[in-house]
Nanobody, 125 residues
């Protein structure tokens, strides 16, 4: 049974930091691209960052220089280090997994096979 379990969300003041973790199980983690997405109320789900099975990373323009995605294949875990947080970063953050052979860009939510339940991040001004 595939599971993606996010943790690390919470309430933080603007300028602060959080580290999200996503523990994966039930599939061959090292063969999957992993992504972090977020969805704010009334807005579409958007990609934040992604890391391919080979370790190549992508960051959305809105988080470049502030967020860093990484993975530990030995622990089947993907991380999102978030620094210099802004109120506009407030959203539910989701972890997602995409099989290596998937088609389409890995910035597209519909190209991902598995999703976590999400963790709330709230940044106060």
């Amino acid at each position: 049974q595939v599971q993606l379990v996010e943790s690390g969300g919470g309430l933080v003041q603007a300028g602060g930091s959080l580290r999200l973790s996503c523990a994966a199980s039930g599939f061959t983690f090292s063969s999957y691209t992993m992504g972090w997405f977020r969805q704010a109320p009334g807005k579409a789900r958007e990609v934040v960052a992604a890391i391919t099975w080979s370790g190549r990373t992508y960051n959305a323009d809105s988080v470049k220089g502030r967020f860093t995605i990484s993975r530990d294949n030995a622990k089947n875990t993907v991380y999102l280090q978030m620094n210099s947080l802004k109120p506009e970063d407030t959203a539910v953050y989701y972890c997602a997994a995409r099989i290596r052979s998937a088609s389409g860009s890995y910035v597209l939510p519909q190209s991902y096979n598995y999703w976590g339940q999400g963790t709330q991040v709230t940044v106060s001004s």
